[in-house]
Nanobody, 124 residues
Framework: QVQLEESGGGLVQAGGSLRLSCAAAGRTFSDYAMGWFRQAPGKEREFVAAISRSGGSTKYYAASVKGRFTISRDNAKNTAYLQMTSLKSEDTAVYHC????????????????WGQGTQVAVSS
């Protein structure tokens, strides 16, 4: 069991940056792969980025964010991050972090625990 809470969302101009945080509590954070997903109104949830357990040596990114977003983790702080740069209006969505017990993946189904989300709005 792990509880996740996102923070750092807000309103930003196109081309700007935001850093999202996902604070975890309840179990050993380093044992979980972590992912970020987003969902815009009226659209399905989509994968954004993921990082493997422990040292985070493996990272996956959606093609739409590769080169602009960076996922990282700080196990000492039980926190995962999503650094977003060069933001576009298309990035507007509620961003959720998730934790996977078994493996890293791009599919929502591999993640066992989810945060409630933080809103990111990019104005153009």
């Amino acid at each position: 069991q792990v509880q996740l809470e996102e923070s750092g969302g807000g309103l930003v101009q196109a081309g700007g940056s935001l850093r999202l945080s996902c604070a975890a509590a309840g179990r050993t954070f380093s044992d979980y792969a972590m992912g970020w997903f987003r969902q815009a109104p009226g659209k399905e949830r989509e994968f954004v980025a993921a990082i493997s357990r422990s040292g985070g040596s493996t990272k996956y990114y959606a093609a739409s964010v590769k080169g602009r977003f960076t996922i990282s983790r700080d196990n000492a702080k039980n926190t995962a991050y999503l650094q977003m740069t060069s933001l576009k209006s298309e990035d507007t969505a509620v961003y959720h972090c998730a934790a996977a017990r078994l493996r890293i993946g791009i599919e929502a189904g591999v993640y066992d625990y989810w945060g409630q989300g933080t809103q990111v709005a990019v104005s153009s």
